[in-house]
């Protein structure tokens, strides 16, 4: 399994601003994906992140509002920009898993609070 | 439309006794499907999965889960519970390709 790391782990944001997450993978990995988990909520996917290529965005997100960067095959990040207090979330990354590319392991979580 | 079901947001329950988390899904063709859990201020780590075979999977931590194909099912079920276990449970599933569908969540609450 991938190990995965995230940061920051959390921050408080103000209105206006944007913040951008960073997703560390210990192995190369061909798709990333970006989740938002709103307070009491499931996940949620935001877009699926290949190396090399633009990210595919769900129903609902789009670039301007989430930029995502995947430089290489062991990294990612996500900008949320111009947040508002509906962007509180948690925001987690993961990974399809390389025997079973159907199952997925995840980050640990960036908890973000929008004042 | 796919989808999946989680019957019960919250799950109160004694340390030992047993438990059953339920999910059922929605989908025109075959799936694998998964749970998940995810304690306090983590992120989310795979407990089991069903991708074919016995229809009965065995997890981590004391966990298991059974297929049933007819009744479009996958609950969880563990024989005795610990403190440890109180956590936030996801079912989920996949047809096959890269995305996965996530039910909103058992939250599992185990009181001494």
């Known amino acids: 399994s991938a190990v995965i790391s995230q940061k920051p782990s959390r921050d408080i944001c103000q209105r206006g601003t944007s913040l951008t997450i960073q997703c560390q993978v210990d192995?190369?990995?061909?798709?990333m994906f970006w989740y938002r988990q709103q307070p009491g909520q499931s996940l949620t996917l935001i877009a699926t992140?290949?190396?090399?290529?633009?990210?595919?965005?769900e129903s609902g997100f789009v670039i301007d509002k989430f930029p995502i960067s995947r430089p290489n095959l062991t990294f990612s990040t996500l900008t949320v920009s111009n947040m508002s207090p509906e962007d509180s979330s948690i925001y987690l990354c993961?990974?399809?898993?390389?025997?079973?590319?159907?199952?997925?392991?995840f980050g640990p979580g960036t908890r973000l609070t929008v004042l | 439309a796919q989808s999946v079901t989680q019957l019960d947001s919250q799950v109160p329950v004694f340390e030992e006794a047993p438990v059953e988390l339920r999910c059922n899904y929605s989908?025109?063709?075959?799936?694998?499907l998964f749970w998940y859990v995810q304690y306090p201020n983590q992120g989310l780590q795979l407990l089991l999965k069903?991708?074919?075979?016995?229809?009965l999977v065995k997890g981590i931590n004391g966990f298991e889960a059974e297929f049933n194909k007819s009744q479009t099912s996958f609950h969880l079920r563990k024989p005795s519970v610990h403190i440890s276990d109180t956590a936030e449970y996801f079912c989920?599933?996949?047809?096959?390709?890269?995305?996965?569908?996530f039910g909103a969540g058992t939250r599992l609450f185990v009181k001494a």
């Open positions: 993961s990974v399809a898993g390389t025997e079973f590319y159907n199952e997925q392991f």
């Open positions: 069903y991708l074919s075979g016995s229809t």
């Open positions: 192995s190369q990995v061909t798709m």
């Open positions: 989920a599933f996949n047809t096959g390709g890269f995305k996965t569908i």
């Open positions: 992140a290949n190396q090399g290529s633009e990210a595919t965005y």
């Open positions: 989908s025109s063709v075959s799936v694998y």
